[in-house]
T-cell receptor, first 110, second 110 residues
Framework: GQNIDQPTEMTATEGAIVQINCTYQTSGFNGLFWYQQHAGEAPTFLSYNVLDGLEEKGRFSSFLSRSKGYSYLLLKELQMKDSASYLCAVRGLNTDKLIFGTGTRLQVFP | SQTIHQWPATLVQPVGSPLSLECTVE??????LYWYRQAAGRGLQLLFY??????ISSEVPQNLSASRPQDRQFILSSKKLLLSDSGFYLCAYSPGGTQYFGPGTRLLVL
């Protein structure tokens, strides 16, 4: 079967660092995506990993370990506007279809 | 630049009424197109995807249907809405790999 697990909710303080984990079990793997979704809005693309290692993009970084079926999204210097849901999604082989986790709702407090 | 449009933004419909949601993409040719539904507090569920005009794959059995009459137009329809059809409907396109989402249509069936 195919399964993607993320924590349901997390809280953090403005200015801090937070790591959102994602574990996956899929029949094939061809990339992992992170999306940000503010309440009532559509998801927006944050990052893509297909090889092991860390991809850094400004305050956001994403890490992948294919052997462990594990990824994390690291958010640095948290801002209030980072309060949102973060969706982990995996792409299978020979397809553009994505399987989404249920998302992690992050609340940033002052 | 590439953009994706969806309308209407919100819709309130009685049970048993028909439905037509439209999605159009600009700035790219022959994209893969997707319809997702997101129920309140839940993850994204892929409903349909299309790799070309007239080519539709259904992911889950339901009373919804999809059509792609033109390369950059994707339509989601129903002949008779159910209460369980309420949710946030998102169209996405993939010019090659990453999926990008439209603004969504919030549907409430009463």
């Amino acid at each position: 079967g195919q399964n993607i697990d993320q924590p349901t909710e997390m809280t953090a303080t403005e200015g801090a660092i937070v790591q959102i984990n994602c574990t996956y079990q899929t029949s094939g793997f061809n990339g992992l995506f992170w999306y940000q979704q503010h309440a009532g809005e559509a998801p927006t693309f944050l990052s893509y990993n297909v090889l092991d290692g860390l991809e850094e993009k400004g305050r956001f970084s994403s890490f992948l370990s294919r052997s462990k079926g594990y990824s994390y999204l690291l958010l640095k210097e948290l801002q209030m506007k980072d309060s949102a849901s973060y969706l982990c999604a995996v792409r299978g082989l020979n397809t553009d279809k994505l399987i989404f986790g249920t998302g992690t709702r992050l609340q940033v407090f002052p | 630049s590439q953009t994706i449009h969806q309308w209407p933004a919100t819709l309130v419909q009685p049970v048993g009424s028909p439905l037509s949601l439209e999605c159009t993409v600009e700035g790219t040719s022959n994209p893969n197109l997707y319809w997702y539904r997101q129920a309140a507090g839940r993850g994204l569920q892929l409903l349909f995807y299309s790799v070309g005009i007239g080519q539709i794959s259904s992911e889950v059995p339901q009373n919804l249907s999809a059509s792609r009459p033109q390369d950059r137009q994707f339509i989601l329809s129903s002949k008779k809405l159910l209460l369980s059809d309420s949710g946030f409907y998102l169209c996405a396109y993939s010019p090659g790999g990453t999926q990008y989402f439209g603004p969504g249509t919030r549907l409430l069936v009463l």
